[in-house]
């Protein structure tokens, strides 16, 4: 009798014990990949990548539009632009900028440089305003980044991103574009390449 007794507060006190522990296994979540609230996403809140020689290749042939008028470029009167760099190659290419008004024919050419600042150089300008861009022009900005938005993870294939050029004149006049659609991947090292470029930007732990 005292062993059928005990038999029956044992399995009693193993019936309790499997009611305690069951959520808790339950709630372990785990290895289904459903629950992603750990994932590294370093940049998804924005990161500031100043532009240099070995990483201004992520420009090409991205158009920034700008939604102003530029004195830094002398573009007053001339309402929006659009910016678009090309053939870049260890820091150096061309550049077109053109208005956004697409019956507006002007345009400005010339040769960029990345090498310590963002320089660009005007070799043709069709604008005709007084206060013009003229062929010869240099325009310098000691201040020249993108800001970059992803939601890509450290280490998951690349995906989406978006990023906007800020350019800073001498003067401090400071011009931003709207955000440009573009590749990401962030390696398990951290490295973010934009475009399939290394930016030489190492992302925040």
Known sequence: MEKQLADWIRLKCLMVLAVLIAPLILGC????????SNVDRPVESGLLIFLNEQNAAMLNDLPFTFQMDSRVFKLQGIGNYILTHFNIVNGMGNFILIPGDPNDGNNLTGSVSFMSSCTYDVANS???????????????????????????????????????????????????SNPVPVTVEVTNGREIFINGI???VTAPL
């Not at 979540?29 to 992603?36: A, H, R, S």
């Not at 980044?145 to 006049?173: H, K, Y």
């Open 29 to 36: 979540g785990g290895g289904d990949g459903d629950d992603d």
């Open 198 to 200: 290394n930016t030489g």
């Open 126 to 176: 069709t604008f005709t305003t007084e206060d013009r861009p003229l062929p010869g022009d240099i325009f310098r900005f000691p201040i020249c980044s993108v800001v970059l938005l992803s939601s890509v993870g450290v280490g998951d294939p690349a995906g989406d991103g978006t990023i906007t050029l800020m350019l800073t004149d001498q003067e401090g006049n400071s011009i931003s």
